[in-house]
């Protein structure tokens, strides 16, 4: 477990230790300043899901406090398993939105409709955190989800959050075999392959046709 007295004095301007990537923690550093109540907190990987090369992790990230019971994680757990990979993807989408983080001290969403976002419904159901999914484009930067830290504060008054997820290895910690929970893999919808999927199948088919034609040649000119 790292110390977030430590973590919140090095993005405070102070002493940034050697396991840190000081780039990284210093880049973060500048916003940090800025914003108002800006702590660091202890951040839960819930659920990871892939499509494609795409790699998803939702997070649920404490408001009040720095930690989550137990009992808690449990719940969300229990509801975000049981969500279709498409909520997660979507919620993705909304997570880079400037209105996402517009949150109530209870961590409820305001100024947006969270019936068009299953996971912001769900979030708002548990007081005093909030649920938000992050994503990354490869599947070689899959390490950049696997983070159980966090910066946060108001990045404008009165309720605007900025949530800074920090990965295990700008803080030198190992990997964590936990960044990926639940559903590891889902299989894409009909219609949802890839341009190099459908560029195969296609070159298949062509195969195929050609292996029939000379077939059919060898046959006559055999007889």
């Not at 880049?27 to 907190?41: D, G, H, P, T």
């Not at 009992?71 to 049981?82: N, S, V």
């Not at 992050?134 to 696997?146: E, I, M, N, P």
């Not at 919808?189 to 341009?195: I, L, V, Y």
Request: aromatic share 8%.
């Amino acid at each position: 477990m790292l110390d977030l007295k430590q973590l919140t004095a090095a993005l405070e301007g102070g002493e940034i230790p050697p396991s840190f990537d000081a780039k990284a923690i210093g880049k973060l550093s500048k916003r940090f300043l800025k914003w108002n109540s800006a702590r660091v907190v202890n951040l839960y990987p819930i659920r990871g899901v892939a499509h494609e090369d795409t790699r998803y992790c939702l997070y649920a990230c404490p408001l009040q406090g720095t930690t989550i019971d137990e009992e808690t994680l449990r719940a969300i757990h229990a509801e975000i398993d049981a969500l279709e990979i498409g909520h997660i993807r979507y919620d993705s989408v909304q997570s880079e939105g400037a209105d996402y983080y517009r949150l109530d001290e209870h961590g409820n969403h305001c100024g947006m409709d969270v019936d068009d976002d299953v996971v912001a419904a769900i979030s708002d159901r548990f007081d005093g955190l909030v649920l938000f999914t992050r994503t990354v484009f490869s599947a070689k930067q899959a390490a950049r989800l696997d983070c159980h830290y966090a910066a946060l504060g108001i990045a404008k008054e009165p309720n605007e959050y900025s949530i800074e997820p920090l990965s295990n290895a700008s803080l030198g910690l190992a990997a964590s075999s936990q960044r990926f929970r639940g559903k590891m893999v889902e299989i894409p919808d009909a219609g949802e392959e890839s341009p190099a999927v459908e560029k195969y199948r296609q070159l298949m088919t062509l195969v195929m046709a050609l292996m029939l034609i000379a077939a059919v040649i060898w046959y006559f000119i055999k007889g």
